[in-house]
């Protein structure tokens, strides 16, 4: 047995990449204890057509380019499309990269939710689920494979929130309001789902500068590229929070799901039935049925899932920074 097939968290990474999807990226990377079994794409913060181009990217930055990627949802299920975000993530989604190097890994042929279906048979109860971006390629997935729910072993997802306000509506989360349909889909399924949502991510500030430090400790174009993209993105955090603003940083929202996965123990939960608001003014909203009442309206029957509610911010961040100063990057 290799040592990769030794690691305990065998995941499938979602992705809308995205600076703090590529944040996340580079975590499952450099975090010897999840092996990285593919990178599905999806759009949202960029088409899926420039987020499939850069998990390429940034897989063959860090010397993996042996993680196969694929395609998945162009739009949502139900609902029209939005223009991506560049003022967030930049048009490129990478924080409008001033240039490329030539990189030659090729997509899978696959769809997304073909990938997640075809590796969820082929590991029965092994694999992790990591969505950070809206929920289509795992909806779509369960279209095609409905025992998807007892195959994967876990989903870990950034999106939502639950007490705290959102962040694209004043109680909607960008990943959950951009398919809302599919993420109801995916929340009444079944699945061990984890929810990681505004309420933890918002708590958790990452500075500018920890990304120019560990930059400048690897120096190479995977840091170099990151510390970038995260310094465009923090102009946005900046400009909206004054307290993001003092200390010149960001939210990691995606990162933080990684950080769920690998240390659980850093978050407070409470779980419960999540419903998903799919239209009107509470669109995307996510809501927790937070005792076992029983509520007048039918729909809270389904099963519960786990949402983070509070985080050891301090504890996050040093270990997102131990985590990238390891020795990972490949040649
Ligand atoms: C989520 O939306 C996207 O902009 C981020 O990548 C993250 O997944 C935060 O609301
Ligand atoms: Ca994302």
């Known amino acids: 047995m ?18 703090d999807d590529a944040m996340a990226l580079y975590y499952a990377l450099a975090h010897p204890d999840i092996e990285l079994l593919g990178v599905t794409t999806t759009f949202g913060n960029v088409t899926v057509d420039q987020a499939a181009t850069n998990a390429l990217y940034l897989l063959a930055l860090a010397g993996r380019a042996d993680i196969p990627v694929t395609r998945g949802a162009a739009a949502p299920l139900v609902k029209h499309a939005e223009a991506p975000p560049a003022h ?11 240039q ?3 990189f030659d890994n090729r997509l899978d042929p696959r769809s997304s939710a073909q990938f997640i279906v075809d590796m969820a048979r082929a590991r029965p109860g092994e694999i992790t689920l990591v969505p ?10 369960l279209e095609i494979e409905p025992r998807l729910p007892q195959l994967l072993r876990a989903v870990v997802l950034m999106g939502g929130a639950v007490l705290e306000p959102g962040n694209v509506s004043p109680v909607a989360e960008a990943n959950i309001w951009n398919d809302p349909h599919a993420a109801d889909r995916v929340f ?4 061990p789902l984890t929810m990681v949502g505004l309420d933890v991510t918002h708590q958790v500030i990452l500075p500018v500068a920890l990304f120019a430090e560990m930059a400048a400790h690897h120096q190479h174009p995977a840091m170099h590229t990151l510390h970038h993209a995260v310094d465009f ?5 900046s400009g909206l929070y004054p307290h993001v603003a003092q200390i010149h940083g960001c ?6 799901a990684f950080v769920a996965l690998t240390d659980p123990q850093l978050f407070e939960y409470e779980s419960g039935a999540v419903r998903v608001a799919v239209d009107g003014l509470a669109q995307g909203q996510t809501m927790l049925r937070r005792k076992t009442i029983s509520y007048p309206q039918s729909g809270w029957e389904g099963p519960a899932s786990r949402a983070c509610m509070q985080v050891q911010a301090q504890a996050c961040k040093d270990l997102i920074k131990t985590t990238l100063m390891r020795d990972w990057i490949r040649p």
């Open 188 to 191: 009444c399924a079944g699945f």
């Open 251 to 256: 939210f990691g929202h995606d990162v933080l």
């Open 2 to 19: 290799s040592t990769t097939t030794q690691r305990p968290h065998a995941v499938i990474y979602d992705t809308d990449p995205g600076v």
């Open 88 to 98: 967030i993530h930049g048009a490129d989604g990478l924080g409008n990269l001033p």
């Open 100 to 102: 490329r190097q030539r």
């Open 233 to 237: 993105y923090a102009g946005f955090y």
């Open 132 to 141: 950070v971006g809206p929920l289509g390629n795992l909806a779509l997935a």
